[in-house]
């Protein structure tokens, strides 16, 4: 094997007919519909999917949250959420005069100036 996984045991479950497939043979190996070894892998397998694919939900949820004022330093999420509250939309902040996001509680006027460049 290229990975250097040769000395881990690995199989593959096929779903449809729940049948094990190893590198050692061609041959699936098709356990009874009630032995518990055929349990424990498909317990396996459908954990290892529900972990894949809530790991891909966060990652898309928290990569579509991204917005421009993530990338202004001194700006966290109790900021950003207040300039929102504020200004009402990332628009509404490009809009705003300097001095206006200054008076946002927790700005500076420099930090103001560095939002209104980024944005």
């Known amino acids: 094997m290229e990975l250097g996984l040769d ?3 690995l199989v593959a479950l096929a779903k ?3 049948e094990i497939f190893a590198p050692y043979t061609s041959e699936p190996i098709i356990l009874p519909r009630n032995s518990q070894s055929l ?5 396996i397998r459908d954990e290892a ?3 894949a694919i809530t ?19 001194g700006i966290g999420p ?3 959420r207040m300039l929102l509250r504020r200004f ?7 809009e705003a005069d300097i001095d206006d996001i200054a008076a ?3 700005l500076t006027r420099s930090l103001a100036m560095r939002l209104k460049q980024t944005l």
């Open 55 to 73: 790991y891909h939900r966060n990652l898309r949820s928290k990569g579509s949250l991204k917005s421009s004022i993530d990338l202004v330093t």
């Open 7 to 9: 000395d881990i045991p």
């Open 39 to 43: 349990y424990l892998v498909q317990r």
């Open 78 to 80: 109790k900021r950003k």
């Open 16 to 18: 449809e007919n729940e």
């Open 104 to 106: 946002v509680p927790g």
């Open 49 to 51: 999917h529900r972990f």
């Open 88 to 94: 009402g939309s990332i628009q509404g902040i490009k």
